[in-house]
């Protein structure tokens, strides 16, 4: 029997249709119970009751006026973000769908909270009946900012809200948070680094996003986000693509790349015209991958046969935020036949 895991991306109240999910009323309800939406124990009758309608029928019009007459701005905001998320999504047939509109406008103009609920979401869908712990803790990354440890040729990725809550409260909770205000000495938890020993109590801890994931090129965590990727790449794109882990990119025909963040496209740009990069800056870029395309009249002329190869780098701060959307709008496909130039 397949494992279930992530019961925060609301899976179970989505629907299987072609193309992709669909959401039923009750996958927009759970976004009613987050902080950003709960009336707190202040808030005035016109916050309570909007969010009392819409628990009773998630779907429900709301008006303008309605999310005006709240007291508190941020909760304003936050109803405003949230109705636009909601109305977007509801107007396609398929999460798939909503997520490539938003990267087909100018501007994308949902929420990042709401943007990584759809990774979420989709992530899950494409893991869904085939995946191990290793796939699992790679696709976290999709969704989730990760912290990248890059010494002795090793790298390491944890999950980075997880990191900053154990610097809060050494892992105890809100005893934890307490003793650490007040300046005890409280033992460090330590993070578990994914292998084959501890991997089948991934699915004990889930949704506590603690396993750290050994990315090394060579190595199990590196090889599963290859393979998150080519499965992204096969759902959102339509295009069968081979992915694997590199160490370097050692070719004189270079032709195409795509950074999977902001710093990874800066490096790789800058390498690729030849230019001086810091060594400090090379150290940042934590994996390359090979990507090439199973049907080769699927890719532009100019690239046509020839690999295209990705890169993920952290921030100098040793923060990393995946952009699979990167993985849509930048893939150096043919047009399709009829299509415009």
Not at 92 to 107: G, I, M, V
Request: negative net charge.
């Amino acid at each position: 029997m397949a494992q279930d895991f992530w019961a925060s991306s609301g899976y179970r109240d989505l629907v299987r249709v072609e193309g992709g999910l669909a959401p039923a009323p009750a996958w927009f309800a759970r976004f009613l119970a987050r902080d950003e939406l709960a009336p707190p124990g202040d808030a005035g009758p016109a916050e309570r009751e909007l969010h009392a309608r819409l628990a009773a029928d998630p779907m429900a019009r709301v008006s303008p006026g309605s999310v005006d007459a709240l007291d508190d701005p941020d909760a304003r905001e936050n109803w405003r973000e949230f109705l636009r998320f909601r109305d977007r999504v509801a107007a396609f047939p398929t999460l798939e769908a909503a997520y490539r509109d938003l990267y087909s406008r100018p501007n994308v103009d949902v929420a990042p909270p709401f943007v990584d609920a759809l990774v979420h979401a989709i992530t899950r869908g494409l893991l869904e009946g085939s995946a191990g712990a290793w796939l699992c803790r790679a696709g976290e990354m999709l969704f989730r900012p990760q912290r990248v440890s890059t010494e002795s040729g090793q790298v390491l990725a944890a999950d980075a809200a997880t990191l900053e809550a154990f610097q809060r409260t050494g892992g105890f909770g809100n005893a934890g948070r307490f003793l650490v205000q007040q300046g005890a000495a409280v033992a460090p938890v330590k993070m578990d680094v994914l292998d084959s020993h501890n991997a089948a109590l991934y699915f004990l801890r889930d949704e506590l996003y603690g396993f750290v994931l050994d990315l090394t090129p060579g190595r199990e965590g590196a090889r599963a986000l290859a393979r998150v990727l080519e499965r992204w790449v096969a759902h959102l794109a339509g295009v069968a693509v081979a992915i694997e882990p590199l160490a370097r990119i050692d070719d004189e025909r270079w032709r195409w790349h795509i950074g999977l963040d902001v710093d990874s496209t800066a490096i790789l740009n800058a390498l690729y015209r030849a230019e001086p990069v810091a060594p400090e800056d090379l150290e940042r870029l934590a994996l390359l991958f090979r990507m090439t395309f199973d049907d080769r009249s699927a890719v532009r002329a100019d690239v046509r046969g020839r690999p295209v190869y990705l890169g993920l780098a952290c921030r100098p701060d040793r923060t990393l935020r995946v952009k699979p959307q990167n993985l849509l709008v930048n893939l150096p496909l043919a047009a399709p036949p009829g299509a415009s130039a």
